[in-house]
């Protein structure tokens, strides 16, 4: 019988999970953080909403996950987000300059704390169902506009019409960025989870 059959057992489990990344971060980088979870949604990929400003860039951390509950993950950030987020881990590269260039050490540290973020999360939904979740190594993009994510979006909707979203803080000395964290499922997943998304 499927574990996770309401809503509310997906914030249960991504509560779990954001609180184990908050831990893995703060080993991490030797300093308190907090990571929350706010809000989790199923939405229909057509719902997404999407940035009207294609003069903005954004960055995008992207990973295929493999196993038991296989599909895409990924957060999309603005330049400004991303820059809080560097600041948070301990960097220091000015929003203007990292929309030109991002360094070494930045994408290092972008990279390895979406894999902390989505290892945590996604271990936590497979855990709870007895299954394998594996996160490949996240990619880091700078993109003028959404390109980058609408690619995902595309890629993703020709297995699924669906996605989980959901929304963290995440804190270290009372500041920080809200990261959007998108889980673009495989089909069978949802009947797996006993999700109903007929809708």
């Not at 979203?165 to 009947?191: D, E, K, Q, Y």
């Amino acid at each position: 019988m499927p574990i996770v059959q309401t809503l509310d057992g997906f914030v249960e489990i991504a509560q779990a999970g954001a609180a184990n990344a908050g831990s893995c971060l703060a080993r991490w980088l030797g300093r308190d953080v907090a990571v929350g979870t706010a809000t989790v949604e199923i939405l229909r990929l057509d719902l997404i909403p999407q940035d009207d400003d294609q003069q903005t860039a954004s960055v995008t951390l992207a990973s295929r996950i493999r196993g038991g509950i296989a599909g895409n993950v990924a957060v999309q950030l603005t330049c400004a987000d991303a820059s809080m987020l560097i600041a948070c881990l301990g960097g220091n590269l000015p929003e203007h300059r990292l929309a030109e260039h991002l360094g070494a050490l930045e994408q290092s540290m972008l990279q390895e704390t979406a894999n902390i973020l989505f290892s945590s999360l996604m271990n936590g939904f497979a855990k709870q169902l007895g299954l394998s979740a594996v996160p490949h190594t996240p990619i880091v993009l700078i993109d003028v506009g959404t390109a980058a994510w609408g690619t995902l979006l595309i890629e993703s909707a020709e297995d699924s019409d669906h996605l989980v979203v959901i929304t963290t803080p995440l804190a270290c000395a009372n500041n920080g960025p809200s990261l959007r964290l998108v889980f673009l499922p495989a089909p069978a997943v949802f009947a797996t989870l006993g999700q109903d998304c007929a809708q």
